[in-house]
Structure formats: C-alpha cells, structure tokens
C-alpha cells in the first residue's frame, strides 16, 4: 500500500498488494442517494480487501450546457460527504476548482481532486497542496504522462509530498478519448501513486447534443489493461442507474455490475504481482 494512502486516518489497510479504489456516483444529486451506494461498495471492498475512498463531486463546474444540474449547493454536498465518511468510518474524495474551495472542501473531506482541465492551475494546485490533504491530480487530456511532474512539483513545493496522479484518457479529435497506457509506468517514475480513471477514460465529450456520451461496455477491459500495466488504484464512477444519472450517466458503470468487475481485477493483479 503506498505510504500516501497509509498517511488517511479511515483509510482499509489490507495484509496483501491490492490496488485501491476510488468510485462513487459522479455527483451529489441529493440527500439520500449517496450513503446506499456507499454502503454497497464498502460491502464488496471489505470482502475483497481492497482499500475504498468514496468519491463524488460536491458539485460540476464543468458542464458542456448551461441547463445542466451542478449540485444541490456546496456546502450542503460536502456535509453530505462528511456524513458518510462519519457514518461509514471511510475516507471520501470530491474535486476542487479554485484555491478557494480547496480550503473550504479540506474541511469535509480526505483527498482533494485536482480536475484534469485544471490540471497545470499553479495556484490551485498550491493551495491544494497547503491543506496538507492527499491530492489527486487528473493528468489532463492535452498532457503527456511525463510531463506531469511539473504538477506534481507544484504540489510538493507546499511541503505535501502525498501527491497521486490519475491517468484519464488524451484527446483523440474532437469528440473521443484514447489511453495510452505508456503514462502509467511514465507517471510511476515520477514517484507517485497512479491511478487509471476506467469510465472518464471511455468518455465520448463534446457531442453536438451537449451531452457526453461514452462507451461503458469497455469499462472491464480498461480496467484489465490497467491493472495488468501496473496502475496502483482504480477510479469509476458508479450509479444504481446510470440511464437517470444527472451527471455522465453514458460512461458510468451500472452498479449490480462492480462486484463482478472487481473480482476480475483483483485476479489480475494477483498475476501481476507473481501471487
């Protein structure tokens, strides 16, 4: 387990190499919706052993149409958050987008998102860093792997060294994302943590509808072609019903089907790691 994720009070620790899983819904879409699917990942992580940050935006900053839901209010959400790290004794994520929602999202939360458009923002990135929270820094799509530790050491100039990068897909045209799994190992020679961001990484933006649509029958083996080059965590984002989700709805994962999925890469990485 990486010594950034040992540093989360609430965080698992598990006796073997599992990889780590940061998933949720894409978004806080109200009161109740959140701590059900949370309690039902937890369930399959414990039995699982594998390490479990509960992630969700306390709201969208980035949306492709100006009618498009952002969040119930951010402090409302964020308590939300809370609320569930509480009750279920886990760690939770949500992202930031300015140094001043950094400071007041430190407040409610373990791990601070750096989203990947924001992912070269000096100033968020530094007084993301000054919380002294894990940051999570979205590799952006416009970005090479190697080059991400100019980002990383922004973040590590605060005096933060608990600094993991996540792997989201490049732009390929206008409208369709491509990974190139090369970033992995590049990223882990930075010496960081890596994570593959499986469903964001299927993402289809820019659609002429203004709605983002993506390929979810290829989360499984995004996850699989992760796992097997090397990834230390997995990101996805998962919603009981994806069809009805507020946010992304088109490349996340069905959440009846985690269990499944997650057996599978927890084999792989047995492989991997020569078990």
Known sequence: MPDSLKSIPKIKH????????????????????????????????????????????????????????????????????????????????????????????????DVLQIPAFLCRQTELL??????????????????????????????????????????????????????????????KQIGVPVVLDITHSLQQPNQNSGITGGHPELIETMGKAGIAAGADGIFLETHPKPAIAKSDGANMLQLDLLENLLEHLVEIRKVVNGF
Request: aromatic share 8%; charged share 25%; with cysteine.
């Open 14 to 109: 598990t006796e073997g190499n599992n990889f780590f899983l940061l998933a949720g819904p894409c978004v806080i879409e109200n009161e109740h919706m959140a701590l059900p699917i949370a309690r039902r990942i937890l369930g399959i992580t414990n039995r699982l052993e594998i390490p479990f940050i509960f992630k969700a935006s306390y709201k969208k900053a980035n949306r492709s149409r100006v009618d498009s839901f952002r969040g119930i209010g951010d402090v409302k959400a964020l308590k939300i958050l809370r609320d569930i790290s509480e009750e279920l004794d886990i760690p939770v994520i949500t992202d930031v987008h300015s140094e001043a929602e950094a400071r007041m999202a430190a407040n409610y939360v």
């Open 126 to 187: 530094m007084a993301a860093g000054e919380t002294g929270k894990v940051i999570n820094i979205k590799k952006g799509q416009f970005v090479s792997g190697e080059s991400m530790r100019f980002a990383v050491e922004k973040v590590r100039a605060t005096g933060n060294e608990n600094v993991w990068l996540t792997e989201r897909g490049s732009m390929f045209g206008y409208e369709d994302l491509v990974v190139d799994f090369r970033n992995i190992p590049e990223m």
